[in-house]
């Protein structure tokens, strides 16, 4: 059972000092969970909220977004639509503390219905509390929202639901205080 | 004067478990070190895992006259849940007279389409992508690829798969892609070892 917590990366590459005095080191997340709408362009906006797993953060952690995009920033081919989507977010670890980020990218699905699609983004670190208070940090941020069958009763020790839900997963690079990441 | 050595089977056969003990706790060991990285997941019964891959292969180009192209990859890849020497198959349209972001000198298209990945023995994954491809402005040809696969479903191992993730590709000036991409994949069971 151990092995079904295991964080998507490990503390792996770090050590060289960020502009903020912290090191700097390989961050990764990984999870799922259901989002308000179907991220189409009906509602030009969605919101997610997730269960996630990576390093750093600690198991399970929460993770919620909201996205928007201008239906006119549309770019059509191929059959696909993508529309330039911008938004934030906070991961809630266990023990409280929070990042706080923002991303901007590529939201796109097929140009009918739209489901499903596919978020291509880079998310940007801003802050955040506790050992998180003066963080920074980049990397890719990928969305892949779903609309998961069957029933839609949600599993507590899961994300598990019925309805249109989302992938997420991040990787890129994160600092903190203290210099290195606790050991899990 | 030989030493006479006297034959004690309980301890034999205590060493023999102490090595096996042994055996067993290093090859467990070196499996959970290799264990693939997990998240909760979306679809109940089915593990999210941490899932990539890379591959490479030849590619050909053809448009038609309205501008309509295709670019076909064939090749073999190798990456978590889908094994070594996978044949992975994939293919993007785009339109060469519509739509096109031009800066620096270069190009870049609203790029779409699907692809499989045919494992040795876990059955076929099939996945759509779309994203920017780009190439110099001047006598275009694709040269790189950034955009997100998503997991279509498969057969096999992957009959209720759902996943997706980053892809990039490049292609050089004869066409030979290389490919990677990272993101998640969820199948039944365990998750796979780290590709």
Sequence with gaps: MALMTTAPAQAGLGGAKAANGQALFEFGMLGSGALTNPCTPAFATCALNATVNGNVINTPSSFSDTMAWSNDSAIISAGETCYTAAGNGTIITKKGDQITFIFNGLLCGDSDTFTPSSLNATYIVTGGTGRFASSSGSGNFTQNNIVVGGDATSNPKGAVIGGSAAIVRFDGLLTMSPASPPKR | ?195
């Excluded at chain 2, 004067?1 to 034999?12: E, T």
């Excluded at chain 2, 941490?50 to 990859?73: A, E, H, K, Q, R």
Aim: net charge positive; proline share 4%; aromatic share 8%.
């Design chain 2, 1 to 195: 004067m030989m030493n006479a050595r006297r034959f004690y089977p309980m301890k034999l056969a205590k060493n023999v478990l102490r090595v096996l003990g042994a055996t067993v706790a290093i090859l467990l060991g070196s499996a959970l070190a290799h264990a693939q990285a997990v998240g909760p997941s979306p679809i109940k019964g089915q593990t999210l895992f941490l899932f990539s891959f890379i591959g490479s292969g030849p590619s050909t180009v053809m448009c038609d006259d309205s501008g309509n192209c295709t670019s076909s990859f064939t090749g073999t890849a190798n990456g978590s849940a889908v094994g070594l020497n996978a044949k992975v198959a994939s293919s993007f349209t785009w339109n060469n007279e519509n739509g096109g972001i031009i800066s620096a000198n270069n190009i870049c298209y609203l790029a779409a389409g699907t692809g499989t990945v045919t494992t040795q023995n876990k059955g076929k994954l099939n996945f759509a992508q779309v994203g920017l491809l780009c190439g110099p402005l001047d006598g275009f040809s694709p040269a790189g690829f950034n955009g997100t696969f998503t997991v279509t479903g498969g057969t096999g191992k992957f009959a209720a798969s759902v996943g997706g993730g980053g892809a990039t590709a490049s292609s050089d000036s004869s066409g030979f892609v290389l490919l990677f991409g990272e993101g998640s994949l969820t199948w039944k069971g365990v998750a796979p070892p780290a590709g």
